[in-house]
Structures are given as C-alpha cells and as structure tokens.
C-alpha cells in the first residue's frame, strides 16, 4: 500500500488525510510540521506521496505590508525548511503535490501569482534534488477540493467519465496559468521524466 505524509493547516489537514485514505494511501503522519526521520521518526525512503498545504498565516487585521511579510517570513520559509526535513523520507518516484496559498474564490490578485510562483520555485528545486529519482513534484491552487488533491496525488486527474491520465496531462489541471507558468510546468514535469 502506498504511503503519504499531509502537513499545513490544522483545519484543512484532517480533510485532505481521509481523502488520501479513500485513495488507498497508508497516512504515515498527518499534521502542521513534517515528522523528523531517525529514531523514533520514519525511515528514508518511506513516504511515496507527500501533499504540502499552506499554514494559517492569514491574519484579517493586519495591513497589507505586514500580511505580506508574515506569509514570507512565516509561511513561505515554514514551508521550504518542511520540504527539506522530508526531503531525506521520500520514496524513488514519490509524488508531491503542493497546495499554493493566496487566491481567494474566483479572484487571482498579484500577490497570489507571487505567491503561487514562490511555491514554485519550492517544486523545481525538489525535482532538481530528486528529480532523477523518479520523484515527481506539481504545485495546484488552494481552491481544489480535497478528492481533487488526493486524485492528483494518486496520479489521476479528476474529469467527469474520464479515466486516469498520465502525469504528463497535469498541463489540464491549471488550464488558466498564463503561457509562462505552462512553460515553465511542462519542464519540470520533463525533467521529472528523464
């Protein structure tokens, strides 16, 4: 049985592990921080699929700058340090799936395509690390449903009547990303291949 790892929000976690179950994932851990490996910790090599969601950095009261820096600060940094504690624990042609945070219902603002291009740079640089290993990385926007995310992650693409797709279709997945984000999707997902 496969294995998966969700770290992020408190709120969305629990969610995303039971959609993952109905997947036919074996959860290893589910929870805001990535488990360390060693003692008493898992073993490298054993997580084959690992979603990533964004935390709770959203405070309403603050100002717009001071938002800005939290998600950066806080967030973004939180989320690279988790990658790179599990980075050890991923099986050879892993999944990761990252949930980018930022849009807010049917509204993509310019600090949401910031944002999304930052959790990014977080994909390429783990398909750069293991890459060769068959480990496959792809980022999807906060709007997805968890059955969505968990679908992804098993390597299918949810179309009504449509069977599963190879990873190589994840272009239709995100069919608003402007020509560069394709561009830049379709390479990661060649590097990913070779």
């Known amino acids: ?16 592990a039971i959609a993952l179950k109905s997947e036919g994932f074996d ?20 997580v084959d699929c690992y979603v990533q969601l964004p935390g709770s950095s959203l405070h309403p009261d603050r100002s717009a700058v001071a938002q800005a820096r939290a998600v950066i600060a806080d967030e973004l940094l939180a989320r690279f340090d988790a990658a790179a504690r599990l980075a050890p624990l991923l099986a050879p042609r892993a999944t990761v799936v990252l949930v980018a945070d930022g849009r807010r219902g049917e509204v993509e603002t310019p600090e949401s395509r910031a944002l999304r291009r930052l959790v990014g740079v977080l994909a390429e640089a783990i398909l750069r690390d293991h890459g060769s290993e068959g480990v496959r990385a792809t980022v999807v926007d906060e709007d997805r449903a968890p059955d969505e995310i968990a679908a992804l992650a098993r390597g299918r693409v949810l179309r009504p009547g449509a069977a599963a797709v190879p990873w190589s279709a994840y272009a239709e997945v995100e069919p608003g990303l402007p020509f560069a984000n394709w561009r830049d999707e379709v390479l990661c997902l060649l590097s990913a291949a070779e």
Not at 30 to 45: C, D, S
């Open 1 to 16: 049985m496969p294995t998966a790892m969700v770290t992020g929000s408190p709120e969305r976690v629990p969610d995303i």
């Open 27 to 46: 959860i290893l851990a589910a929870g805001a921080e990535a488990p360390v490996n060693g003692p008493g910790g898992l073993t490298p090599g054993s």
